[in-house]
């Protein structure tokens, strides 16, 4: 497991931008697949943007062209930068790391679900967007 700290979440209006950081305890950009998901109220958990092992890159539907997940590992941290937000973007940011090898690996499906029962979330952040 790797504790994994979120901020930068915050109320913007519509068109406006938010960038998303997610500290992580040590570094795990070998083989760990990692990314950013988001839960609206009374929805279910999506992903939103994640890189796998291989540095493969993404998105969801709704945010291609808007959202972009990048990485700094020097810093062992990752990032969601949010473009012309719209209100259905307004839910809880979720930062989540899981391995891809190894007796906790998870397989990329169950982590872009957010099923995999080696993941590990951070405590995730607000982001709400006025109309």
């Known amino acids: 497991q790797v504790q994994l700290v979120e901020s930068g979440g915050g109320s913007v209006q519509a068109g406006g931008s938010l960038r998303l950081s997610c500290a992580a305890s040590r570094y795990i950009y070998n083989t760990y697949r990692r990314g950013w998901f988001r839960q609206a109220p009374g929805k279910e958990r999506e992903g939103v943007a994640i890189i796998d092992s291989d540095d493969r890159i993404t998105y969801a539907d709704s945010v291609k062209g808007r959202f972009t997940i990048s990485q700094d590992n020097a810093k062992n941290t990752l990032y969601l930068e949010m473009n012309s937000l719209k209100p259905e973007d307004t839910a809880i940011y979720y930062c989540?790391?899981?391995?891809?090898?190894?007796?906790?690996?998870?397989?990329?499906?169950?982590?872009?679900?957010?099923?995999?029962?080696?993941?590990?979330w951070g405590q995730g952040t607000q982001v709400t967007v006025s109309s």
């Open positions: 989540a790391a899981a391995d891809s090898v190894g007796r906790s690996a998870v397989r990329f499906w169950d982590f872009w679900t957010g099923s995999g029962r080696g993941i590990s």
